[in-house]
């Protein structure tokens, strides 16, 4: 029987980054760390859609500056970007996105990715 409190399966489980999900957003604001845990889960826990649209609404608070966004040494991790071609595979490309990086160009491709992940989760729902 999996630990759902300790180590619950949709946290600890990710297509290629290694670890946890605590495990990098323990090093991020609040905001930037939500954005990924929602990017994180999507799916794992039954509404992609639902969750992709939550990491979206924290890509957009990210976006606008108007939140503290402090970088606190998150670990980097060496990933393929590769799009598997699945809400579930940009929604991990848009996660890695948020590693370490503050600039707008990289939270924009962040955006992009996980707008594309709720429309291909939207039509995988319909399939």
């Not at 990710?14 to 090093?27: A, K, M, Q, S, V």
């Not at 670990?75 to 579930?88: D, I, K, M, Q, T």
């Not at 962040?110 to 709720?118: E, L, P, R």
Request: one cysteine or more; hydrophobic letters at 40%.
């Amino acid at each position: 029987m999996p630990d759902l409190v300790n180590h619950p399966p949709h946290y600890a489980a990710h297509p290629f980054l290694p670890g946890e999900c605590i495990d990098y957003t323990r090093h991020m604001g609040f905001v930037r760390g939500n954005a990924f845990k929602y990017l994180w889960r999507a799916g794992a826990k039954g509404n992609t859609v639902q969750d992709l649209e939550k990491a979206l609404w924290y890509l957009h608070q990210l976006k606008t500056g108007d939140c503290a966004d402090p970088d606190e040494n998150v670990p980097g991790a060496h990933w393929p970007l590769v799009v598997e071609g699945s809400a579930r595979g940009l929604a991990s490309i848009a996660a890695a996105r948020l590693i370490g990086a503050h600039s707008h160009s990289v939270l924009n491709l962040a955006i992009a990715n996980t707008k594309t992940a709720i429309e291909l989760a939207r039509k995988e729902n319909h399939a």
